[in-house]
């Protein structure tokens, strides 16, 4: 209707008039004035009501409705305005579309992580919705992070120290992550930093099965994989320049942490040789990629505290139960785990003992005759470095040890890194032999928790023919 904007100013004089009229009635007029108004008021209505159904103008409806806390809605529209345009978001009080509020404690229990934009506050879909899925991933992303850290909600330099006992200033976001170091990367992956690797070493994936899983897990890992480039040993700086990382990521004890410094680009060193030490290299990663991914750390550090206090637990109920005597072997077969490396503190969390737990340092290369004397009830081989059973099983010499005698060889299991390294994948390791050591008293299984945990921490559905040959015995 072309004479809308003259009706409606019409409207508003009238509006206008009879405001004018309450200000100079008399008191003793008021009970007719305020009738007057009402029926005043009843004009305006039916011809706004009128001119609003019969208008052409339209009538913007929200993308989706948020309800959250006053404080927190200046960063939300600017995190809405940047993603959508210029465009402002419409908060409500009652059944949004979004949820936004702080985060509830962490659970142990298999936990559920929300997209986390801010320290403690998350982000719930109420709808199905497109808008609000692509808004979340944004939120979450380093250009989220960019918008939050412009309206000062997130700090743009990071002071932290690393492992090696180094403070450093980490300007934020980190977009592009060079890792030389793979427990470093299979932390990476679990905390949903991925998408920001450009380069990486990786546990597990020489070997066409690890390689064709990694794969099938971030479909760029044919251009990412760097082990031949980047390692403890090996680090090609002119290959790194022209990756142009603003982060590297490398072992404390590596070998090129000197020459590395002429990039003039941080270098954050991690050592996750231990339980303790590969829970901490969790939470500083997450740390360095933002509110999210530390959330995300903090939910596998919760989770790997869960899984071990619930195979104690579930042991300790059954006195009786004795703990097995287990040989962990190397990549050969007479070479063993210390007692300080991270293969023993899976056994022992597993509720076994580690025969060779005396020995010190790395690996240590042992002869036949200790075996014999250590005498233990099952021995365990890595899954790289090509061991096989069969070197232990089929070797006549070995005959006369009766787990061997008795097939109780058995092949740590991977679907990329292996479960008996520093990797948050190991928190499997210790399930398997669990399951392996007590079957009629831990209730945890390989093949649950193997499913929860591809899924929660790698985003990775893997399929139950992936959980089968994982997990069955060989």
Same mark, same amino acid.
């Given at each position: 209707?072309?004479?809308?904007?003259?009706?409606?100013?019409?409207?508003?004089?009238?509006?206008?008039?009879?405001?004018?009229?309450?200000?100079?009635?008399?008191?003793?007029?008021?009970?007719?004035?305020?009738?007057?108004?009402?029926?005043?008021?009843?004009?305006?209505?039916?011809?706004?009501?009128?001119?609003?159904?019969?208008?052409?103008?339209?009538?913007?409806?929200?993308?989706?409705?948020?309800?959250?806390?006053?404080?927190?809605?200046?960063?939300?529209?600017?995190?809405?305005?940047?993603?959508?345009?210029?465009?402002?978001?419409?908060?409500?009080?009652?059944?949004?579309?979004?949820?936004?509020?702080?985060?509830?404690?962490?659970?142990?229990?298999?936990?559920?992580?929300?997209?986390?934009?801010?320290?403690?506050?998350?982000?719930?879909?109420?709808?199905?919705?497109?808008?609000?899925?692509?808004?979340?991933?944004?939120?979450?992303?380093?250009?989220?992070?960019?918008?939050?850290?412009?309206?000062?909600?997130?700090?743009?330099?990071?002071?932290?120290?690393?492992?090696?006992?180094?403070?450093?200033?980490?300007?934020?976001?980190?977009?592009?992550?060079?890792?030389?170091?793979?427990?470093?990367?299979?932390?990476?992956?679990?905390?949903?930093?991925?998408?920001?690797?450009?380069?990486?070493?990786?546990?597990?994936?020489?070997?066409?099965?690890?390689?064709?899983?990694?794969?099938?897990?971030?479909?760029?890992?044919?251009?990412?994989?760097?082990?031949?480039?980047?390692?403890?040993?090996?680090?090609?700086?002119?290959?790194?320049?022209?990756?142009?990382?603003?982060?590297?990521?490398?072992?404390?004890?590596?070998?090129?942490?000197?020459?590395?410094?002429?990039?003039?680009?941080?270098?954050?060193?991690?050592?996750?040789?231990?339980?303790?030490?590969?829970?901490?290299?969790?939470?500083?990663?997450?740390?360095?990629?933002?509110?999210?991914?530390?959330?995300?750390?903090?939910?596998?550090?919760?989770?790997?505290?869960?899984?071990?206090?619930?195979?104690?637990?579930?042991?300790?109920?059954?006195?009786?139960?004795?703990?097995?005597?287990?040989?962990?072997?190397?990549?050969?077969?007479?070479?063993?785990?210390?007692?300080?490396?991270?293969? &023993?503190?899976?056994?022992? *969390?597993?509720? !076994? %003992?580690?025969?060779? +737990? $005396? /020995?010190?340092?790395?690996?240590?290369?042992?002869?036949?005759?200790?075996?014999?004397?250590?005498?233990?009830?099952?021995?365990?081989?890595?899954?790289?470095?090509?061991?096989?059973?069969?070197?232990?099983?089929?070797?006549?010499?070995?005959?006369?040890?009766?787990?061997?005698?008795?097939?109780?060889?058995?092949?740590?299991?991977?679907?990329?890194?292996?479960?008996? &390294?520093?990797?948050?994948? *190991?928190?499997? !390791? %210790?399930?398997?032999? +669990? $399951? /392996?050591?007590?079957?009629?008293?831990?209730?945890?299984?390989?093949?649950?928790?193997?499913?929860?945990?591809?899924?929660?921490?790698?985003?990775?559905?893997?399929?139950?023919?992936?959980?089968?040959?994982?997990?069955?015995?060989?």
């Amino acid at each position: 209707m072309k004479n809308n904007p003259l009706r409606i100013a019409t409207v508003i004089i009238l509006i206008s008039l009879f405001l004018i009229g309450c200000t100079s009635t008399p008191q003793g007029d008021q009970t007719q004035l305020i009738e007057t108004d009402n029926d005043a008021i009843s004009v305006v209505e039916e011809v706004l009501e009128e001119d609003v159904s019969n208008s052409d103008i339209d009538i913007e409806i929200p993308r989706f409705t948020i309800k959250a806390d006053v404080n927190l809605q200046g960063e939300l529209s600017a995190l809405y305005s940047a993603y959508f345009d210029g465009e402002l978001p419409v908060f409500i009080m009652d059944d949004p579309d979004l949820l936004v509020t702080a985060a509830p404690e962490i659970a142990a229990e298999r936990p559920v992580v929300y997209p986390t934009f801010l320290p403690d506050t998350i982000l719930i879909p109420q709808i199905d919705n497109e808008d609000i899925d692509n808004f979340i991933q944004f939120a979450i992303s380093p250009d989220g992070q960019q918008v939050l850290i412009e309206i000062g909600a997130l700090p743009e330099i990071l002071v932290i120290t690393d492992q090696a006992g180094r403070q450093l200033e980490i300007h934020q976001p980190i977009r592009q992550v060079l890792s030389a170091y793979g427990p470093a990367t299979a932390v990476i992956y679990s905390v949903n930093g991925w998408d920001r690797l450009v380069a990486a070493s990786y546990l597990g994936a020489r070997d066409p099965q690890g390689a064709e899983a990694m794969e099938r897990i971030d479909p760029r890992f044919p251009e990412l994989v760097g082990d031949d480039l980047f390692s403890q040993q090996e680090f090609d700086l002119e290959e790194a320049a022209a990756l142009e990382p603003n982060l590297i990521i490398g072992a404390s004890r590596s070998s090129w942490i000197e020459s590395v410094e002429q990039l003039g680009v941080p270098v954050f060193l991690v050592e996750a040789e231990t339980a303790q030490q590969l829970r901490e290299t969790a939470l500083l990663i997450g740390e360095l990629f933002g509110p999210h991914s530390y959330a995300q750390a903090q939910a596998w550090v919760n989770y790997f505290d869960w899984v071990i206090d619930t195979i104690q637990k579930q042991w300790s109920e059954n006195p009786m139960e004795p703990k097995p005597q287990v040989l962990f072997s190397g990549t050969e077969p007479l070479r063993v785990a210390s007692g300080d490396m991270y293969q &023993t503190e899976i056994i022992e *969390s597993a509720g !076994g %003992i580690s025969v060779s +737990a $005396e /020995l010190s340092g790395y690996w240590n290369d042992v002869n036949l005759e200790q075996v014999v004397i250590w005498d233990p009830e099952l021995i365990i081989i890595p899954p790289y470095g090509g061991a096989k059973v069969e070197t232990i099983t089929e070797s006549q010499e070995w005959q006369i040890i009766d787990s061997v005698a008795f097939g109780q060889v058995f092949r740590m299991p991977k679907l990329v890194a292996p479960w008996d &390294t520093p990797a948050p994948d *190991s928190v499997l !390791g %210790i399930v398997w032999l +669990a $399951e /392996l050591l007590h079957p009629e008293i831990v209730e945890l299984t390989c093949a649950s928790e193997t499913n929860f945990f591809y899924n929660t921490f790698y985003n990775y559905a893997i399929s139950g023919d992936e959980i089968g040959a994982i997990c069955t015995l060989n």
